[in-house]
């Protein structure tokens, strides 16, 4: 989730509501697991998942930015297409398979164990808290404070935050709007493919699985809003919904006998609370971009 609120946070910035995450991250998941099973490399992997989400999101470039589509039924359209398309070379490769099921080599999976850093690993309750995770983690947190730095820190950040507040100005300012726009939407759209790789890779444990993302990209989209566009929020608020979805994992089924089904449904029941309550808000610099949704 975080690696999609990341990659959606630059495309609103840059003033576009990119409705495609879901089929960024499901593109992102097939290509980053096959590229992985037939390397048995865990960085081509990685590789082949930003570059298909860099493709889906250059579809959608394409089609707002120079033909200036409809930006929600663009996105809708990328999602349809992107989880269509995964799922349908998923099934083509199982079909090939001798045993039916497609299974990550023992070699790539040992690259995606958790990662020991020596003595900070081994601190008492503050190792296995914060440094005992696989290099998703970690990969995902530093793009947050690297996005964060970018967006609010540099001069291209500024432009690219003006972009998303009035075109126009910043067009009139010197700023190359259509340039900046499709750099950034492909930086969002391959961030967000990493995203997916995860879910293929991590979430069903190394075997493929149609549908991998499930919902992810969709809660990445509430997100934005729950962490008022900023990168850094953005840490916090997948923390928060991703202990949501493993939950029913912790609570003793002796003591509280909840159905596992209400469990799957709290993250996208707390997304719609989130919703409702930040719609209502109006605070500075926690609002969407002016001009995100609308085309230049």
């Not at 499709?182 to 149609?210: M, Q």
């Not at 089924?253 to 993250?267: E, G, S, T």
């Not at 997304?271 to 719609?279: D, H, K, M, P, Y």
């Not at 971009?289 to 230049?296: K, S, T």
Request: with cysteine.
């Amino acid at each position: 989730m975080l690696f999609g609120t990341m990659g959606e946070i630059v495309n609103e910035r840059s003033g576009h509501l990119n409705l495609g995450v879901e089929g960024m991250m499901a593109m992102g998941a097939c290509a980053g697991f096959m590229a992985g099973y037939f390397s048995n490399n865990l960085l081509v992997a990685l590789l082949a998942a930003f570059l298909a989400g860099v493709f889906a999101s250059l579809i959608y470039a394409v089609l707002t930015v120079t033909f200036l589509a409809n930006q929600n039924v663009t996105g809708l359209t990328l999602t349809i297409f992107g989880v269509g398309l995964s799922n349908f070379v998923g099934k083509l490769f199982l079909s090939g398979a001798e045993s039916g099921t497609l299974k990550l080599s023992e070699g790539i999976m040992g690259q995606m164990s958790s990662i020991h850093i020596p003595v900070l690993s081994d601190l008492p309750v503050v190792g296995p808290l914060l440094f005992s995770y696989n290099i998703f983690v970690y990969l995902g947190v530093a793009i947050a404070i690297v996005l964060w730095l970018y967006l609010f820190r540099t001069k291209t950040g500024l432009n690219l935050r003006a972009i998303g507040e009035n075109p126009a100005a910043a067009d009139a300012a010197g700023v190359h709007v259509t340039r900046m726009k499709y750099w950034n939407l492909l930086l969002g759209g391959g961030i967000c493919g990493i995203g997916g790789v995860y879910c293929s890779l991590i979430i069903n444990n190394g075997v493929w699985v149609s549908d991998s993302v499930n919902g992810l990209g969709w809660i990445s989209v509430a997100l934005v809003i729950f962490a008022a566009w900023s990168p850094a929020r953005a840490i916090y608020g997948s923390l928060l919904f991703g202990a949501l979805r493993v939950l029913k994992y912790y609570v003793p089924k002796d003591i509280v006998a909840i159905p596992n089904a209400v469990y799957d449904m709290l993250p996208f029941l707390i997304t719609a609370i989130i919703l409702v309550f930040t719609s209502m808000r109006n605070a500075k610099g926690g609002v969407q971009p002016a001009a995100c949704g609308i085309n230049y």
